[in-house]
């Protein structure tokens, strides 16, 4: 603030290690601070700021001992609130704010009666609108509880006003408390033990819906108080539980014996199970599930301390360990601790788990079943196999809903294989090439509760069958005689020379995967899925020179012939015609070739396009014809299996040269006429 006329003079003296620079400097004229006045327990009250620099202040009228709050909303980057008191030195609260947002106060108790001032100082060069509410805070809430009572409600009519509760509590009892909030989205919570100064205690919840403090013990008979303070300046109602908390539920397992239900009824009461066992003996345990969503699970060794297994889980239904060995002799505990303030029941069942279902199986011997009879136990087979030996795997299960199928090699622990699958059927491997000598492993692990029986067919895949086929040569038929056996060809093209395929399958080939791949093995020039007898590539224009390969994979277990008829393409047939002229014939030789008849056109004018099957092999085969704009894309594409075909009328869009192509579907050949005429 200046506060005589004359002439001021701002110095800066640059600092650091670049003292040159420019530097902008802006005089603002700052208006005087914006006044106003709030009530206690009143509206809200806006000040809008004009000027960088402007500050803001209200005054209220206060009273000793009178408990307020005050929420501060702005949209300035900082800002800080003061509250001072009557003599306005002495500060009852300063806070700072960064953000746009709400800044509050909590409860403040006025230390004597008077008028207080709020200071409102922005930070930087904000100007614009900052809103104050000013709370009356009745007394905190306060009410008692009783452990195993009903439920009690507590709702806040001012932000800032907390709530406590008392309960009788005695040494070594096992308490549990629920909160539900309604209009809370976060508050914080101490328990105080009897004589109202050590805490017992304490948590910040944020969430809204339902908190659970699980089971607590209490330290010694009396008092206990129970504090909350909501945060931020809601109000709104929660409502609190006490649970006598019962000693946990108990109960006694047998491996191979039957279930054990075990039933809580209290929020924080967990379960206790115990169950004799031996030195490598082979468990599981299954647990269905009522009234729970979510547990803890821990099964401890006989020295009662020593975890064996643990996991948690969330869901309904039926919840499975596996297959468990135990490390040794004695009793083992399980405990359960149910998540959240649930009730219900768990029944439990501890399998005896014999040894996995095994047996040995050959490369291209006979198929081998097994059945499993208790959850937990896995398949098992092993098989003798040589470096590089190709072979494939066929599994049919009955009465599994999902589990991994996986095979091992000689070591122990290298998988050549692994899978996961679910529902009924069969399920391949395809091929697998063995790594080393030795001795493999296929093991198959149902997952859940589920027993049943798997057929396992292991296949000695010979090499693929090959061949060479040539552009315009003959029929070349190949056979496989196992699954996983692949037909593999190779032909010797030019760069640009056109070829198609024809491909016919029978004795069980179903559905197949082909691909035509270039010289350098791996950019394909074709790649197609299909499910049928017969099917044909149309035309391929080679890229490049070299030798190409064909590579038909048949799906799952068929084996069967494959006949290979690879054309060599001729150029498309050309022609020229012009509107109006009689119809040409124009003739298809070689399955894949077209036929281009080009005509000149001008803007929109009206043609038809007509053309006529004259022969064809087979008869009645069908074509598409396809008329283009001069730029190449399609004006016209139909299909006919008709001896004649008429476009009816096309309005030319552009003047140019157009192309009727006629393309004879699959492997038809035969004479076509094709005419353009006006309508």
């Not at 902008?24 to 327990?41: F, R, Y």
């Amino acid at each position: 603030m200046i506060t005589q006329a004359g002439t001021y003079s701002v110095f800066i003296a640059p600092g650091g290690n670049s003292p040159t620079g420019s530097i902008t400097i802006k005089l603002v004229d700052v208006p005087p601070d914006l006044t106003g006045a709030i009530t206690v327990g009143g509206g809200p009250v806006s000040l809008t700021t004009a000027g960088a620099g402007q500050n803001a202040s209200l005054t209220f009228t206060g009273t000793a001992n009178e408990r307020i709050s005050l929420s501060t909303q702005a949209s300035a980057c900082s800002w800080t609130v003061t509250l001072l008191g009557p003599d306005k030195r002495g500060q009852i609260y300063s806070g700072g704010f960064c953000g746009t947002g709400t800044l509050f106060t909590d409860v403040l108790v006025l230390p004597q009666a008077g008028t207080y001032t709020i200071l409102f100082d922005p930070s930087g060069a904000f100007t614009g609108t900052a809103t104050f509410t000013l709370y009356d805070v009745p007394p905190d809430l306060t009410g008692t509880l009783t452990a195993g009572g009903g439920t009690v409600p507590m709702t806040t009519t001012a932000p800032g006003q907390n709530m406590s509760l008392t309960f009788s509590g005695t040494a070594n009892q096992s308490i549990s408390l629920t909160t539900e909030a309604s209009g809370f989205s976060c508050w914080d919570m101490k328990v105080l033990q009897p004589g109202g100064t050590t805490q017992f205690y304490s948590t910040q919840y944020c969430g809204g819906g339902m908190f659970f403090t699980d089971v607590l013990i209490l330290p010694s008979s009396g008092t206990y108080t129970i504090l909350i303070n909501p945060s931020s300046f809601q109000t709104g109602t929660l409502k609190f539980t006490l649970y006598n908390v019962p000693p946990d539920a108990t109960g006694t397992l047998t491996p191979g014996g039957s279930a054990t239900a075990v039933t809580t009824t209290a929020p924080g009461q967990n379960m206790t199970l115990t169950f004799n066992g031996t030195a490598n003996q082979r468990i599981n345990l299954t647990t269905q599930n009522s009234g729970f969503s979510c547990w803890d699970m821990k099964v401890l060794q006989p020295d009662g301390t020593t975890q064996f297994y643990s996991t948690s889980y969330c869901g309904g239904g039926t919840f499975f360990t596996d297959v468990l060995v135990l490390p040794l002799s004695g009793t083992y505990t399980v405990k359960i601790n149910p998540g959240s303030f649930q009730v219900g029941t768990l029944t439990l069942t501890l399998f005896n788990v014999p040894p996995d279902a095994s047996a040995t199986i050959s490369p291209g011997g006979s198929a081998v079943s097994l059945t499993t009879t208790v959850p937990g136990q896995n398949f098992s087979l092993t098989f003798t196999g040589a470096a590089n030996q190709r072979v494939s795997l066929l599994t049919q299960p009955s009465g599994l809903y999902c589990w991994n199928t996986t095979i091992v090699q000689p070591n122990g622990t290298s998988q050549v294989y692994g899978r996961s699958d679910c529902g009924s059927g069969t399920f391949f491997s395809d091929i697998l090439v063995l790594p080393v000598a030795g001795t493999y492993t296929i093991q198959l692990n149902p997952s859940g509760v589920y027993t049943g029986s798997v057929t396992f067919n292991l296949y000695d895949v010979p090499a693929d069958a090959s061949a060479t086929v040539t552009p315009g040569g003959g029929t070349v038929s190949l056979t496989t005689t196992a699954p996983g056996q692949n037909i593999g060809l190779t032909f010797a093209g030019a760069a640009n020379e056109r070829v198609s395929l024809l491909t016919q399958v029978s004795g069980g080939l179903n559905c197949l995967t082909l691909t035509v791949l270039q010289p350098n093995g791996t950019t394909q020039v074709y790649n197609n899925n299909n499910c049928g007898s017969s099917w044909f590539t149309d035309v391929l224009t080679l890229p490049v020179a070299g030798t190409y390969a064909i590579a038909l994979n048949p799906s799952s277990t068929s084996t069967g012939t494959a006949a290979f008829t690879l054309y060599d393409v001729p150029q498309d047939t050309a022609g020229t015609t012009t509107i109006g002229q009689v119809a040409a014939n124009y003739d298809v030789t070689v399955p894949g070739q077209a036929i281009q008849v080009t005509f000149t056109g001008t803007a929109s004018q009206s043609v038809t396009v007509s053309v006529g099957r004259v022969s064809s092999t087979p008869s009645g085969a069908c074509y598409n014809i396809t008329t283009k704009k001069p730029d190449g894309s399609t004006l016209r594409g139909d299909g006919s299996c008709n001896n004649g075909y008429s476009s009816g009328s096309l309005t030319l869009p552009t003047s140019g040269t157009y192309t009727v192509v006629v393309d004879p579907t699959s492997t038809s050949i035969g004479t076509f006429s094709v005419g353009v005429s006006t309508p």
